[in-house]
């Protein structure tokens, strides 16, 4: 901390002889950027932090970024954009400390400077990528959406796959296992619906509908051998209130949950987890692959009572030796005692925490401005708010890091009607930093013009090996794996 004040009271004092700027008028407050990126920790592998200053009520722009090896980046003109190759030397001079940003502006001839503000560079490095749907925010028929991987440490943003790959096909549910993209789960709904399965390098198209189960495999959730990947069997409906504050609902007429094993294409289950008088979704590993959490809530008949169906966050014995259940069900955390109900939950890889979204009712939290995170310490059973990256809005799909030390989580915070990506850090001690925009380049026209919402994002170690063209063509043909029940 004393390490990072004197960084800072240097940049201070050296900043105007440093720059371009002469005589300032010093302003006492930070200036008003877009994204907001003071006081955030970052990543010493991020990608540069752009950022905007709001209105055009000024000639030039001075921006000063000094570390504490004496490396600087200086940039002047209208647009604050850092070079990367210069942006990533800064950033690795001054990893586990601060950089410091003093921004000035003229007008008129004459220079304001605002006070500087800090960044944490963290000693903790964050995946290669992350991975994403963009989707336009709102579900009435399928338009145009994609699945994109983006490079974390620069701008560069690449296609996975397409709609326009086949017409009037839905592509949802991606999943990687802990960050590793040589396991791949991609759902495909529609005419030509699939699910792809990819194991090291090999994938295949399945048709995961059986006599047994209530539809294809939904949400997806790898275990860390890679020899089991648990889905979700939902049937489900989407609704459009007629309130203001209020759009969309998906409700679950009935869900289960299962296991798959790809190497046998058998369909585990659990009479436990096929119930006729609950509803069971959202199912997730635990790290050592011996529990299987998910959401529960009790079956009310719909859409009468859909607000008054409410997950609690639960929990089955799975034994990866032989692929058996447990014989009983654990609660957690009973979200209808606190008139709440649970969805999404992710364990942190490292074993410590669970992380899930909280909203009033149902399980369709992106779309409910008062959903939050939450996170459950597995340690000792105690239970926050993460206030630290909650906004008056919808925050809500969440992922892990490989080392459990960032979390990315999608919110509606800056406009309220598109969800974003932003990023925080959690350290050794469970402190949790200021959430972080997804960087981009002119960052302000980028969003604005944007037109989708950010949604399922997962990070992935390495970039994606997958055949986009070819795939087309065989969700085309018959080409299907039928599964099996156990």
Known sequence: ?????????????????????????????????????????????????????????????????????????????????????????????????????????????????????????????????????????????????????????????????????????????????????????????????????????????????????????????????????????????QGFHAVKDERIEVLDFESDVLVYKPDTHELLLSPLLQKKESFETFPAFSPDGRTLYFCSAESKEIPAHYKDIRYNLCKIAFDPDNGMFGEKIDTLVNAEKMKKSISFPRPSYDGKYLMFTLSDYGNFSIWHKEADLWILDLRDGSLRELKEVNSVDTESFHNWSANSHWFVFSSRRDDGLYTRLYFACIDDKGRISKPFMLPQEHPFSYYDNLIYSYNVPDFVNRPIELEHKSLGERLLSSERVNVNVR
């Open 1 to 237: 901390m004393k390490k990072m004040i004197v960084i800072w009271l240097s940049s201070l004092l050296l900043a105007a002889c440093s720059s371009s700027v002469t005589d300032p008028e010093m302003v006492g407050t930070y200036p008003e950027i877009y994204p907001d990126y003071i006081g955030v920790t970052i990543p010493v592998n991020i990608a540069p932090m752009d950022f905007d200053l709001p209105g055009d009520n000024y000639d030039r722009v001075d921006v000063l970024v000094k570390g504490c090896e004496g490396k600087e980046i200086h940039v002047k003109g209208k647009d604050i954009l850092f070079p990367e190759n210069e942006w990533h030397r800064l950033l690795a001079a001054n990893e586990g400390d601060s950089i410091v940003v003093t921004v000035s502006i003229q007008q008129n001839g004459k220079w304001k400077q605002f006070r500087p503000f800090p960044m944490f560079v963290s000693p903790y490095r964050m995946d290669y990528g992350v991975v994403y749907r963009k989707i336009a925010p709102g579900y009435e028929v399928y338009s145009k959406m994609g699945i994109y991987e983006r490079d974390l440490s620069s701008f560069t943003e690449r296609p996975l796959i397409e709609n326009t790959l086949v017409p009037g096909m839905c592509l949802n549910c991606h999943s990687f296992n802990r960050t590793n993209p040589d396991f791949l789960s991609i759902h495909f709904r529609g005419s030509h619906g699939a699910t792809l399965m990819q194991v090291n390098g090999k994938n295949e198209l399945l048709n995961t509908k059986t006599d047994s189960t209530l539809s294809a495999c939904v949400y997806p959730y790898w275990h860390p051998t890679g020899k089991y990947i648990a889905y979700s069997v939902n049937n489900t409906r």
